[in-house]
DNA sequence: GTCTATAAGCAGATAGAC
DNA sequence: GTCTATCTGCTTATAGAC
């Protein structure tokens, strides 16, 4: 288990970015968290948060397109199944009021300006979940062309949607937005 | 001039606070900013950040929805006004690329599990800018619950697609969500 | 009302023993 | 590879002179 140290870093400080941010998560919390001291860490991130940041990123951009994915592959109508994955994330919000590998907007959107490493993994990460969205209307026979530009829509309402619904505290605008899906994807 | 000074406090809380963030943030770069001394801050602000954010968030609150309110007011036709609202937002980020009086997802992200005060602005001023928009569509006509169903979806559909141009560093998003707009504001 | 000085604590990062 | 101790600088906040 050489690796499983550094395992736990990732998925603690995962858990702590995604709930409360980057900049409102110190390295002692995550550590505290972790049980593990603070030289273990900068062995294994020599250096330092930013690349904890970005492997913990990475790992909760891959939560997030498996999960995306698990709910819409077994539904063949696109539309169909980008609502239940909609509800479903509703679902979350109503019983948890917080994110848990659901939307990285907070991370990308206290990083955008001042480091550009997680800023391009952001950006890598939302254009993962647009190709999730495009394949999708493409296997339902949608052109690549407007398949793609649906799915770019489809993402940024879906972050939008999930931003009103923690501040609202309830999952009624991502049930909102679901209820337009049919009005956006024509096939 | 009884309130210049903490005037200037809150108008330069606003921009940092809009551009950074919350926790990004410090007392001593608004203070430098400010070009006032600390003890003065907390004499205008006695209960510290939090109460300066509030302040500054419903300043930056009062420019998004005067922005907004302008861009729309000239053109009758709710969609072709919505639309070039979206697309005025798209061309600050092509020049800027980055926020100034555009979005607060920020942080309402931020604070939404920190602090309540701030959620609940947040959560105001999102409702605001929904009845902005359901104003609009119901003078066209729009029966008021379809109106505000609406104009939820825009605001959601605004915020994240702003998130993902900032992201990206350009305002494409933007434009392709306000090709959307004909296909869900149906009047 | 304005300003200086400073407190008390936490941030990210490093050096070096084991 | 792991752990302790520590450094420097920044954070929010306060006390008290003017």
Redesign the pocket.
Known sequence: M?????DKFIETASNLFGKKGY?A??????LAESG?????????F?????Q?ALEALILAGNKITQSITSHIENIDNPIEAIIYNIENIADIIDKEHKTRDITISLIALETYLSSETLRKACEDLYQSLENIYADKLMKAGMSPEEAHEIGEVICAMMEGAITLSLTRQNGNPLRLIAKQIPNIVKI
Chains 1, 2 share one sequence.
Do not use: D, F, Q, V
Request: charge should be positive.
């Open positions: 050489k690796e499983n140290t550094r900049n998560t110190g390295l002692n919390e995550i593990a001291p603070k030289g273990s860490l900068y062995y294994h020599p250096k330092g948060k930013e904890l």
